[in-house]
């Protein structure tokens, strides 16, 4: 079989699992406008509608209370993947069978018991393809992997199970699984729903369409240098990057398993901080530590936005200490992302609860030699031979990340201790760099506010500057994404004319934007906090959100 | 300079700081018994017995009352560590005069404010030379390496001296640091002060020669393989090995520094268990976390003798379940070892408030091939280079783990992976075998009690077996060392005669054992707990000492 035969058998696949579903996902125009998300609303039954628009918290309650069976949330979330697949091509395939079996054993167990079979009842949840589920392919966007299949369920699903989830969809991934885009030659590429020229993000891309579309309330993705905060804030989502070790890695297909320099993990993308919430407790509340021998056992503490575990001691009365950095110095944000953090800003200013602080970036360039340097330390070979295998093309994001890289060398191990050395002496300075922030009375900051990249979502093909996400993840900081409410506009968001770039990045990043080109795509913004203080960030953005009065769901 | 003229001038050196202390420290026969304990008191002023003789939460006590003064108690450890010295040749150098400032200034200070400065106020701490002192040699054992001077205090010890510590002796280490026994080619031989044709193990083993010699009360160790454990155990101290990440390790002198497929840790050596409480308590009360990224923000969790921690929850009625690990199936424990475990086994059987489960071993064979895999990744090349840069020769444990270990080999980055997938999957099979142990109300064991070797402290050179300790490292978990109060004696322990020897390392070990040679060795125990259940283990150690009425001084 030749590369294009293999994927033309995952084509019909997929086609087929969503020619399945009953009933009948409804065929698009072959004409579509630049923004698809108004088409859902024109083409899906009122009630689906009214379903899949719904919070994954309030889904909760619904189906918690009986109002709504778990049947017709299955069915209504199959319907609008499947059109969300005919407009952005975010989906590797729907399970029908599967999923409704699912559903009509929660709804008799409900019936039997009269009450949930655990915290997330009946929730649909859509899985990033290289998450494993038993007997399903496994291919991490390699041709030449198609066939393997995974021996059981991947443990983060096995949990998920048990707290009542549904799986319904598994979501498309570029080649590799590194890139901030998601396109690779069994799909092809995935687009941004808000704007088909621009990208979904990546690599947990089809999650972040699927999601955009309102296909998903609640996805899984990965992360180990943007992976899930690309993708939620190129269409408006919310997407945490837990710290490490907190949530289960363990049943994923990737190369390179067994590297532990950079530690890849997994996380939740939702249209609500509610589903943020909900995954993370539902998994950490049952314990993975005691299973898999690599995880914390740090349990879930409870966050509200009355900001108990930030207030914790202080009385209620401490306010929540915010740094700003709004450029890592070396490429300067687009207009809009600029925009969007100054109107946050502007509102938090004023509020009397928080105190805003200036954060300097420390070194971010001396941070990408590091983490670049450790994320293929094999000089990429896994990678070459599983391309290579089947005659597939390389996607020039690819070669990008691997080729093209000047970092990616075939390193010894000798090398690679030397890497990790400069890795804990650069996360020992930030820990400085961040406690140099205490103010008087011995606080230092709670959080930092920051861009999730150099602009909103770039055309396909341009997401080339990491920095803004992988920052974090070789600091192993909790960061979250989340929307801003607004959109770029292009009147709103002239270019700079007389800008200099500092660098060619920031030229290449400079040259990119165009108002016109960026048109309806969201906004959003990161939240980043310490180590292991994933809570915090989370309250955090809900004591924002409230003092802003931002939107809590993303559309 | 040839290298045994660095030697040489190292062992000057540390004359010359023992000739410093005042009152002089008293010289030895010039004929030694083998067991040199007693010679202490028969050799110093009763007073500074007293002293040197009492618990480190004693001394901390009399301290904080000002019944002792800093500078009695520091006089007193110098007086007592230089005769420890020469009797067993436990130190590389004393530190009178830094040490007795120290004490002058803690005497003001307590004098000035009427309180101690920190919860370990005056307390001695000896500390394994291979942490950084400032501007002090930084040698790790190796000939080449002497001249090498840390440019400040490693971060612990930045902590202690936050905590009140006074910092008086530097404590012997073997070459490369990776013996279970302490000899290299400056100091040569450090021996056990029980019985000086025994080893004092290693490689922390000046320190537990130190502590057995109580010329310290609380001394620092660090542990790869069994480095605190065996040298607490061959002295009948208390040693804990903490789970990993907890307490800092900025700042030794080691090769390989940047490996983390199996980290080292630090932690306490000392002759009672407070002083590992206290050790514990003060340090991660600091919160190192916010300064040394890597470390884990576990709070100290208090424990007590009655069992708040296990019980937590239980309404105060829960038995403590115990499981017991007689034999790794590998190589089979000495006599007084079984002794040891017997004796405490049937004391706690009887016990109401203990559950005793057997605890089977699972292919600790298999742990090994893997541990020392990961030890030197890089095929030892780093040791090879520091011995080998002076010319200085191979001590014989040196050339046993490194040069005739089949399992050290060169290896490349994706081996290294390959093995570290094989590690995990191993400890998610140990996290299952312990979880099986659940009873019907659904706890599983709390602790494992185990043998800490195949014998008590062996003859020199003869320590060949590390899987009753390294077997904790691969998995990460706590365990403690502890003294059974009874020790090695002919009549007692007579040899198996019948025995047939299950493979090599059971031969070896078998034919070690003479009861004659071990005559006075320590027997002492390990307790083992799950992964960061460090506490959990402190406190199960406690209950089980006042269940069966264990001494809780080592001597």
């Not at 994927?7 to 996902?25: D, L, W």
């Not at 080339?464 to 192993?476: C, E, H, K, V």
Request: proline share 8%; charged share 20%; glycine share 8%.
């Amino acid at each position: 079989m030749t590369w294009e035969d293999v994927a033309a058998e995952r084509q019909q696949h997929r086609a087929k699992t969503i020619a399945e579903v009953q009933p009948a996902v409804p065929g698009v125009p072959s004409e579509l406008p630049l923004n698809v998300t108004a088409i859902p609303r024109q083409l899906l039954p009122a009630e689906v509608v009214t379903i899949t628009e719904q919070t994954t918290e309030d889904l909760v309650l619904a189906l918690a209370n009986g109002r709504l069976s778990a049947l017709a949330v299955t069915q209504a979330f199959l319907q609008r993947a499947g059109l969300a697949c005919k407009l952005t091509n975010c989906i590797t395939e729907l399970m029908p069978r599967r999923a409704l079996d699912r559903a009509q054993y929660l709804d008799q167990y409900y019936k039997d018991h009269q009450k949930p079979i655990g915290p997330l009842h009946g929730v649909p949840i859509s899985v990033k393809e290289h998450i494993g589920m038993k007997d399903l392919d496994w291919n991490a966007g390699f041709v030449s992997w198609v066939g393997k299949t995974a021996p059981k369920d991947a443990f983060i699903l096995q949990l998920l199970w048990n707290s009542g989830a549904v799986f319904y969809a598994r979501t498309t991934q570029p080649q590799t699984l590194m890139h901030l885009e998601t396109s690779n030659n069994l799909y092809g590429v995935t687009v941004n729903p808000f704007n088909r020229s621009l990208t979904c993000g990546g690599s947990s891309g089809g999650e972040g369409a699927l999601g955009g579309m309102r296909g998903s309330c609640l996805g899984i993705g990965t992360d180990i240098g943007g992976s899930i905060r690309s993708p939620a804030a190129n269409q408006g989502l919310f997407g945490l990057r837990p710290t490490s070790y907190r949530l289960p890695c363990g049943g994923f297909a990737a190369t390179m398993l067994g590297e532990e320099q950079i530690v890849p993990v997994v996380g939740p993308i939702s249209t609500s901080l509610g589903g943020i919430k909900l995954f993370m407790k539902s998994l950490i509340d049952q314990q993975p530590w005691l299973h898999e021998a690599a995880l914390l056992p740090f349990p879930w503490k409870e966050t509200s936005s009355s900001g108990t575990l930030l207030r914790q001691g202080q009385d209620g009365r401490r306010k929540l200490r915010v740094g700003v950095l709004t450029d890592d110095g070396i490429v300067k944000p687009h207009p809009p992302v600029l925009r969007g953090l100054k109107t946050l800003v502007d509102k938090l200013k004023v509020h009397p609860d928080v105190e805003l602080v200036d954060f300097p970036p420390l070194r971010h360039e001396h941070a990408w030699s590091i983490i670049s340097s450790l994320y293929f330390a094999d000089g990429g070979s896994e990678e070459r031979e599983a391309i290579d295998a089947s005659g597939e093309p390389w996607r020039p994001l690819s070669k990008f990340i691997l080729i093209d890289n000047p970092n990616v060398k075939k390193l010894s191990v000798p090398e690679v201790w030397k890497w990790t050395v400069e890795r804990e002496a650069y996360r020992d300075a930030y820990a400085a760099h961040w406690n140099s922030t205490a103010s008087e009375d011995g606080h230092a900051l709670d959080v930092v506010l920051c861009p999730v990249g150099p602009g909103c979502a770039p055309p396909i093909d341009c997401a080339r500057y990491w920095s803004y996400t992988s920052q974090w993840n070789l600091l192993d900081y909790p960061s979250i994404v989340f929307p801003t409410g607004l959109s770029c506009q292009p009147e709103l968001d002239p270019a700079e004319t007389t800008y200099t770039p500092r660098n060619a990045h920031d030229k290449y990043n400079h040259e990119l934007y165009k108002p016109e080109t960026y048109v309806d795509a969201p906004i959003s913004l990161q939240l980043v906090g310490r180590r292991y203080e994933d809570e915090k960030v989370i309250e955090a953005l809900e004591m924002i959100s409230e003092l802003a009065d931002m939107p809590e769901v993303g559309i």
